[in-house]
């Protein structure tokens, strides 16, 4: 039977100071970033140029990639 592994304090601090601030970006994100609401509306795609559709692209992943 193999031990477990030891944490060391410094670690598990960091993680948690970085998890603290994946949760302060998301709902950071989710007061001034309105992209989940955009992407549920169906006039908003049609309304926005290419570059828009980019940029609101990559903050709806980036919104998604927090939230898992």
């Known amino acids: 039977m193999q031990r477990p592994k030891r944490f060391l304090t410094r670690q598990v ?5 970085r998890l603290l601030g994946v949760i302060l970006l998301m709902e950071a994100m989710m007061h001034y970033f309105y992209v989940v609401s955009m992407s549920k509306e169906s006039q908003t795609w049609s309304l926005m140029a290419p570059f828009d559709l980019a ?3 990559f903050w709806n992943l980036k919104f998604i990639w927090l939230k898992v």
């Open 13 to 17: 601090a960091v993680y948690a100071l």
């Open 55 to 57: 940029v609101f692209s």
